[in-house]
């Protein structure tokens, strides 16, 4: 595959070094634990709604929509679709929720519900989640570089995780806001880019690109049936409603956003704008898939006969785009990859503060204690990402384990929150229990696919979307049962 021009090696390296540049100047004013968990609550909602539209969109959706769309169709779209009910949600309920408690932590008030454990809980599957999420995205994004680059897919990821960690570690969460608003801006340019070029190298105009792709059903949204094995409309729909009811509503990364802004209003305005633009932007990730489909199509001597559908993109960004553009999109790749990893490093870190630290070991820690834990645990949560993601270099597919890991860390996390809120007489046992069989039960789906021989009967029959649909629902529905026969066997003594 051809590399890019020195060119754009050029614009590449100098996003990179204004990222770091950006992180030590704003990285003055961090001087609390407050400032560097919240950014003094002071940040305006246009740029926390960019910061969590730039959280939201990863490498992996830069890289892997268009591969989507390419390979097959748009059903992976609806995802999207379910956004606007679950923003809606998040304002309406979420957002005043934590704003009225005024805490950092997103997962204080499931002590008060049920208990230590909860709490926990709650914060280990997070930090073992954002760790397979970091690996996963930083592996990704070095394997798709690398042959553009010519840099080696370590080289990559080595390079990705310094320069987060050392931005994240001097500029704290304002850093990491600010630092997303320019990366925010920085993404939508590149994927508008491509749009635009691929309607000029069409032979015949962009008409072309629709023609085919109706010819070949390429905006299908999946089929309508009520199948659950398969990936049809209703289960990426289902899907998308559960995965965005917990970003919204228990993500640390998005809680903490909460925090930051300056008012309530603002919060809820950060929330819609995040979300209303994540769906027209992935509509461009998948548009571009199908653009490129239809560009490949006509000209099909331009893509080598062994490239597969995930490496469509990266082959157009090195051979199909003018010199000095291939680097602006290398670094809106590179952007929405450090965008999230440097969320998920700081809301890390802040856990690990608020949840272990002053809850088990020191309670009455002074601030700057709690600023010296706050950078120590921004450098080893940094540096365990970066280690996840050498490590995935040994696994077969790291988006497979990602999904299979994300599944069971995070799984119940949504069942046990919505338990404390629908349920005010649950209790202890009953979510402690429910937990226990939701937990089961993602397990048995997220491993048992893999399942041969005598084991291979009891298989999931469900389609992996399925799996945090039905281990939330479990945790919350065995949680209200185990709460309601604990009602009425006390009621009858």
Not at 83 to 93: E, G, N, S
Not at 112 to 141: K, S
Not at 269 to 276: C, F, I, T
Not at 400 to 417: N, Q, T
Request: with cysteine; proline share 3%.
């Amino acid at each position: 595959m051809k590399t890019l021009a020195n060119i754009d090696f050029v614009i590449l390296l100098l996003y990179l070094a204004s990222m770091v540049a950006a992180g030590s100047i704003i990285g003055r004013r961090n001087r609390t634990p407050d400032h560097f968990m919240s950014a003094g609550r002071s940040v305006p909602g246009w740029a926390v709604g960019l910061s969590i539209f730039g959280t939201y969109v990863s490498s992996i959706s830069f890289l892997a929509l268009p591969g989507k769309a390419y390979g097959s169709n748009w059903n992976a779209f609806v995802f999207s679709l379910s956004i606007p009910f679950a923003a809606w949600l998040a304002v309406r309920y979420f957002v005043p929720f934590y704003r009225q408690r005024g805490e950092v932590s997103a997962y204080t008030h499931l002590e008060r519900r049920f208990g230590p454990w909860a709490r926990t809980y709650a914060a280990i599957c997070y930090l073992l989640t954002q760790l397979a999420r970091m690996g996963a995205i930083m592996y990704l994004l070095a394997l798709a570089l690398s042959p553009i680059t010519g840099w080696s897919i370590i080289s990559l990821i080595l390079l990705t995780g310094l320069i987060v960690i050392v931005y994240t570690l001097i500029g704290g969460m304002e850093a990491v806001i600010w630092t997303d608003v320019m990366q925010s801006i920085i993404l939508i340019c590149g994927a508008s880019i491509c749009v635009f070029i691929l309607f000029l190298e069409m032979p015949q105009g962009f008409i072309q690109i629709f023609q085919i792709a109706n010819r070949e059903d390429k905006f299908s949204l999946g089929s309508f049936s009520l199948n659950l094995s398969d990936s049809t409309f209703w289960v990426v729909l289902i899907y998308g409603l559960f995965i965005n009811l917990q970003n919204f509503g228990i993500d640390q990364s998005y809680v903490q956003r909460y925090a930051a802004a300056r008012t309530d209003r603002e919060a809820g305005k950060s929330v819609y704008l995040g979300a209303m633009l994540y769906l027209p932007i992935s509509a461009f990730f998948f548009f571009i898939g199908t653009q490129l489909f239809a560009y490949y199509t006509v000209r099909p001597e331009l893509l080598p006969a062994e490239t597969t559908s995930d490496h469509v993109f990266p082959h157009f960004i090195a051979t199909g785009l003018p010199i000095g553009i291939g680097g602006l999109v290398i670094a809106a790749i590179f952007a929405s990859a450090q965008s999230t990893i440097s969320s998920s490093i700081n809301c890390s870190a802040t856990l690990i503060l608020c949840d272990i630290y002053r809850r088990y070991i020191r309670p009455g820690v002074s601030e700057r204690e709690a600023m010296f834990v706050l950078r120590a645990a921004t450098l080893i949560v940094g540096i365990a990402g970066t280690l996840t993601a050498l490590a995935m270099i040994q696994v077969k597919s790291a988006l497979d384990a990602w999904w299979e890991l994300a599944g069971i860390f995070s799984g119940g996390m949504l069942g046990l929150f919505l338990l404390g809120i629908i349920s005010r007489h649950a209790k202890n046992a009953a979510a402690a229990t429910g937990v226990a069989i939701g937990v089961l039960l993602i397990c048995w789906m997220s491993l048992s696919p893999s399942w041969t021989g005598d084991m291979a009967h009891l298989r999931s029959p469900f389609h992996k979307f399925m799996v945090i649909v039905i281990g939330t629902l479990a945790v919350l529905l065995v949680g209200l049962l185990v709460s309601r026969l604990t009602s009425v066997a006390n009621n009858k003594t």
